[in-house]
C-alpha cells in the first residue's frame, strides 16, 4: 500500500514497451464501482474473490505490467500463479513513509476509518506493522526488491528495468 505501484507500474510499462494494467482500476472497471465501495457494500472476502479472478484473467496476457493490490499476493493461490507467469517485483517501503502517503486519503479501504476518525500517527503505524507482518512472509518471495522511501520514481524505474532486463534474456 502506498509504495509507489501505480506511479512506477505505467512507467515501467512504457520503458519496456510493454502494456500496463492496475488490477485495482480494472476491478472498478469490471464492477463499474470504486473498491471502498466494493468493500463496504459487498465485504473484503467478495473483493479478495474478485481480486483474485481478475489477476488470472490478466496473467493470460504476455508482456504487461501489472501493478496489484497490498494484499492480492497474500494469497497463496495468487501468488502462485503469479510466480508461475511472470516476475514478482515488491516495492518496499516503511510503515513510517506509508504513512505519510496516506494519512489524508480516504480511497484506501484498509485504513479509511483511520483517516476519517483523524486516528493517530501512532494508531495508524501500527495498523501498517500488523498488516506488514502478516504479508511479509509472501513479499519476501518476491523476485526483485526495491525500496522506494527515497528514491525517486525515475531511478526506481531504471534499476526495475535492468534487473527485468536480466530475466528476459537468460
Do not use: H
Request: proline fraction near 2%.
Amino acid at each position: 500500500m502506498a509504495s509507489g505501484k501505480s506511479t512506477i507500474g505505467p512507467i515501467l510499462a512504457n520503458v519496456l514497451g510493454w502494456d500496463y494494467y492496475d488490477l485495482d482500476c480494472e476491478i472498478e472497471r469490471r464492477e463499474k464501482k470504486k473498491i471502498v465501495d466494493i468493500f463496504e457494500e459487498d465485504g473484503e472476502e467478495y473483493f479478495r474473490t474478485l481480486e483474485s479472478s481478475t489477476l488470472n484473467d490478466l496473467s493470460q496476457v504476455n508482456k504487461i505490467v501489472v501493478s496489484l493490490g497490498g494484499g492480492t499476493m497474500a494469497k497463496t493461490d495468487n501468488l502462485n500463479m503469479m510466480k508461475s507467469t511472470g516476475k514478482i517485483v515488491y516495492l518496499e517501503t516503511s510503515p513510517e513513509e506509508v504513512y505519510n502517503r496516506l494519512k489524508k486519503k480516504t480511497d484506501r479501504p484498509l485504513v479509511r476509518d483511520l483517516v476519517l476518525s483523524n486516528g493517530s500517527k501512532e494508531e495508524f503505524i501500527a495498523r501498517i506493522n500488523k498488516l506488514l507482518a502478516e504479508r511479509k512472509p509472501y513479499y519476501n518471495q518476491a523476485d526483485i526488491t526495491i525500496n522506494t522511501d527515497t528514491s525517486n520514481v525515475g531511478y526506481t524505474v531504471d534499476l526495475i528495468k535492468k534487473r527485468i532486463i536480466k530475466y528476459i534474456d537468460e
